[in-house]
């Protein structure tokens, strides 16, 4: 990964997950070639070693068929060795899918929005970037993912690891970089035009350089300060009180919400996740809360992916394990409907929207490149 | 068209039986049903080979250079629908099952002629439907047409499209349901069902999954135009849909398609190994059963390409499981014609080196399947060149490699000529080797993470796209090899004979070309299928 490469036969492996999959994967290349030679060596020893020869006439008809008895055990036997390895195949996949699919509990958050062709990407302090994904290594990752339009699919080679990120929906796909560096981010679900433009780098740094970064933020305050903001001027707490012990408002106490599980009006109950708040608050009739009213109006077209990510950090907070509420200070809300184009550009530089080779280089720390 | 007879051959055949251009629009004979299906599939494998060819040459370098970002996507669209929908599906069933079907029974024809002609109308309607895309301005969805992109976002025609698709369908469906009945209720007598054929089982095989799974991608593409046209919610979110519905209907047919692909291939097979082998196929009951084990299981494992969709993992870990079991009896064929081979008398004419490669090819393919399945690997591989290359295994090196095995094993018995021997045997050579240097380096590709359907690339996947478009290139010379020796050989080739591989099947005891009837008395069966060393062994010349 130091130097520049223009040929690679073998991905970089920068995440606790890659040894893993390189090693299922290795042993399925072992069983793999094993096959294959053993099939290829039997056929052509087979075509040679029985060549036609036309001085001794066809084979004699005893010979042929394969229903006797030693028909039935190599039958069997053919059966049951592919059988049993490929079980072991199943459970050693099944092992790391698993592996894969559940984000540690107290892993870094950070959340993604896909959209024709481009990555969004906020970290809870604030800080935005397009195309571009900082992290610091030897953390869990949690990305927590949705697309504004069609399906994407945020895929980290190196890493191993991919997931659709779906419209409508929030996906997750976590890492625990092992590796500093620069690596590819692709899109690898088929998205449109410039789908092959839709390419961007994670940089893997120290914890201390990617705290220099944050720091260098936009200003504009962390993405719970930014999703309080938006909440003031949706007008949220009319209704919705976000104050400890203020059972008072027409509409469920946001505060403690997040993770908890809520009783619905038809008796069934659900975990308050991402995709709960944003499904109360784009189709609130959809899932009524037990001893309240069917009142609360849609948001649907009031607010924008980013802005239902930063509203979800912000009721997030409410429900912090110490139990604060974050005073941040309403700050000039940006508007929701329209998110603001530019984003926080890392050291001036112009995020490379659809580039590929032009990573700018990462701030602090020589950073190095992917090519 | 073949209307013009060959001068020495006077017997009456159902080439020479009748003449001008509507006796062969109006035929309902199933040969010559085939010989329709043989021209339509072939110009629309030269169409989807074209398409294949710019794929490869934009890919030769890392920069989207040689077209730009919507005639790429158009094109490996193009590519993928032709191949599946218009190449793929039909290519063995309604030529070689077509021309074979009823004559490996001993019967006179399909149970419906007249349905069978219709199917090839309604194939016709449907490649119709294709060229007006095509002409049009074309479509950029990919062949698997998912939403909410192909409903709300694609610019293409995609209605057309899915229409041409849709339409495919009902001649897929209809083929399917002739051969059943034919099996079922047209067997020449003492020809009991552990007789047949391992062709015919594989059909049979092939027949029920068409018309079982088909209906379902009819109604998915009437839904998705119904989403894009009238703005029903179904798939997309916006209208309140679930775009992963639309993948998990897609895949209910698509999956299974595969097999529609695969199995009549593995007919092919059967026949030709026992053929050039002198010998009773070894496993003849496991191979049969594994055709229906195959058709009944595929039904079961489209969940595999969900793996990072979202579905639940304990759906996935279903689909998992099963679709390691579905490649067992792929296995078991391997394995029992590997077998065939030994103490046999193994002549290495064209369709033999063509079903040797299958052999080969479809082991890896087979093998890489295995990839996929397991889910902790396909989250990294899916949606890459892995897929890619391992499908490409699958369906150009079994599917294609099979479909050539049976055109050169049948060419004598459907025009009653040999090709030429030399330049077939240069062909075969040169398509194993250049599919081996297209697809094996995109293995490599994809566990890289280079993704598919990408118009442009980071330089450092350079060098093995390049070998990739080298071996495309000698692949494609191996393709066009065969179609020249075989229109040479209408006119030049040695005149056939009825039996001139030597082989047991029914299709062999009637003439070359067979007459409009088949059989001029209808066979008895009176022993098992393949009975070598019953029977004198002929040889060409």
Known sequence: MMEAKSFQLFPDQASTIAGHVDALYAFLVLVSAFFSLLIAFLVVYLAVKYRHRPETGPPVPHESGGHGAGGMILEIVWTIIPLGISMIMFAWGVSIYFTESRPPADSMEIYVTGKQWMWKIQHMEGAREINELHIPINRDIKLTMTSEDVIHDFYVPAFRTKSDVLPGKYTTEWFKATKLGAYHIFCAEYCGTKHSGMIGTVYVMTEADYNKWLGEGSGEGSMAEQGQSLFNQLGCGNCHPSVVNNLNGRCPNLVGLFGSRVQLKDGSNVRADESYIRESVLYPQSKIVAGYDDIMP????????????????YIRSLGAPNGTVTTATPLPVETSASPRPSTHAVNGAAPPAGARGGAPTAPAAPQPRIQ | MITAPPVVQTKRNYINAESGLMSWLLTKDHKRIAI???????????VGGIFAALIRLELATPAGDLMDSNTYNKVFTMHGVIMVFFFLIPSIPAILGNFLVPLMIGAKDLAFPRINLLSWYIYMLAGVFGVIVLVTGGVDTGWTFYTPFSSSYSNGYVVMTAMAAFIMGFSSILTGLNFIVTVHRMRAPGLTWFRLPLFVWAHYATAAVMILGTPVIAVTLFLLMLERGLHIGFFDPAYGGDPVLFQHLFWFYSHPAVYIMILPSMGVISEVVSTFCSKKPFGYTFIAFSSVAIAVFGF???????????????????????????????AIKIFNWTATMYKASVR?????????????????????GLFLASMGLDVHLTDTYFVIAHF????????????????????PKITGRMYNEVWSKIAAVLVFAGFNLTFFPQFILGYMGMPRRYHAYPPEFQVLNVLSSAGASILGLGYLIPGIYFVASLKYGKLAGANPWGATGLEWQTSSPPPPENFEITPVVTTEAYEYGAQEVLHVG
């Open chain 1, 298 to 313: 849609t948001f649907k077209g009031l607010i924008s992916e980013d802005g239902m990510l930063k509203l979800i950090s």
């Open chain 2, 36 to 46: 329709l299906y043989l021209y339509a599939v072939t110009f629309f494998f030269i």
């Open chain 2, 300 to 330: 079961l494992v489209w969940g595999h390409h969900l793996f990072v969709s979202s579905q639940s993992a304990y759906a996935g870990m279903v689909f998992s499981v099963l679709s390691f079991i579905v490649a067992i009896p792929s």
């Open chain 2, 392 to 411: 490409h295994y699958v369906m150009v090196g079994g599917a294609i490699m099979g479909y050539m095995a049976g055109l050169h094993f049948w060419w």
């Open chain 2, 348 to 368: 290495l004419e064209t369709p033999m080196l063509y079903a040797i490669g299958f052999m080969g090819l479809f082991t890896i393919g087979g093998l890489t």
